[in-house]
């Protein structure tokens, strides 16, 4: 009886499968950022949180997230700042034509009052996540999780390249 308990309560705990989700669109909405915002994908519409990537923020209302990403790149809070809402445009921008979710909808915990999932977004045969980091506008940081026919190990270790590309290169806010 333990055994059988012990199994249910391991299946109960298993990520959910990975869900690809064709056709999607951005949802403008004020709490948008780089790296956490609205979609619609068919008559589902949720807020999605990049894995691997972490973008300025574009406000002080968490003003020890803002520090310590101004730390990172080496800027000032202003300069951060500025940042988050050029990685706002940009990704508003970027997702202007349809795009692909690939998520688990497992949970992405924030501060935010609006529930969050996590997820991984594909657009023009590109990952969302290394154009960001490529463009200086996210910092390769954050949930990871192994994605469908990759570890997530790998995945991190080549965001990790890029951002050192992004910073030799002085891209976004790694400008000096």
């Keep these: 009886a333990l055994l059988l308990l012990f199994l249910a309560g391991s299946a109960a705990a298993a990520p959910a499968p990975w869900a690809t ?20 994908c068919g008559a589902d519409a949720f807020v999605l949180r990049l894995y691997f990537v972490d973008a300025p923020e574009t406000n002080l209302l968490y003003p020890e997230r803002t520090r310590e990403q101004a730390a990172h790149f080496g800027a000032t809070l202003d300069d951060t700042l500025k940042a988050g809402a050029k990685a706002r445009a940009f990704v508003r921008e970027t997702l202007r034509a349809p795009f692909t979710v690939v998520t688990r909808k497992a949970a992405a915990a924030g501060r935010g009052k609006e529930p969050r999932v996590y997820g991984m977004v594909q657009v023009g045969g590109r990952n969302l996540d290394e154009i960001l980091v490529l463009q200086g506008l996210a910092r390769a940081k954050g949930v990871d999780a192994s994605l469908p026919g990759e570890k997530g190990r790998a995945h991190a270790g080549r965001l990790q390249l890029l951002e050192e590309q992004a910073k030799q290169k002085g891209r976004g806010l790694w400008k000096k």
Aim: with cysteine; charged share 20%.
């Design 21 to 40: 989700l064709e056709g999607c669109s951005y949802v403008p909405h004020q709490n948008n950022d780089g790296d956490s915002f609205h979609v619609r």
